[in-house]
């Protein structure tokens, strides 16, 4: 099981950036794929996750982030994504994706108490500038 972030970088207040999450050893449906981030000092946040089980799957995402914040998948790349809108330096953090093999929906409560996440990426640095 592998995860790789990628994407991460040096932006404006106000600008856009998308973070890709490339999987490997397992596909969409054998795991749900939270994001998440962390800036120095404080502790990691969940921010969203999305679910392609057989049962349906769903997208899910902390109320503090929802709207600025998407999740999106193509699964023929084995890639989650992650578009981040209208930029702050608040939102300067490494920013991370991880697989959750236990639980087959998102669940807000899971991404904030990183329930069931067990695998995670290397993460990804993200600067905004003021």
């Known amino acids: 099981v592998q995860l790789v972030e990628s994407g991460g970088g040096l932006v404006q207040t106000g600008e856009s950036l998308r973070l890709s999450c490339v999987v490997s050893?397992?596909?969409?449906?054998?795991?749900?794929i939270g994001w998440f981030r962390q800036a120095p000092g404080k502790e990691r946040e969940g921010l969203g996750c999305r679910s392609m089980s057989s049962s349906g799957g769903n997208i899910v995402y902390d109320d503090s982030h929802k709207g600025r914040f998407t999740v999106s998948s193509d699964s023929s790349k084995n890639t989650m994504y992650l578009q981040m809108n209208s930029l702050k330096p608040e939102d300067t953090a490494v920013y991370y994706c991880?697989?959750?093999?236990?639980?087959?929906?998102?669940?807000?409560?899971?991404?904030?108490?990183?329930?069931?996440?067990?695998?995670w990426g290397q993460g990804t640095q993200v600067t905004v500038s003021s």
């Open positions: 050893g397992f596909t969409f449906a054998d795991a749900s």
């Open positions: 991880a697989a959750d093999f236990l639980h087959p929906e998102c669940r807000v409560r899971y991404i904030r108490d990183y329930v069931g996440y067990d695998y």
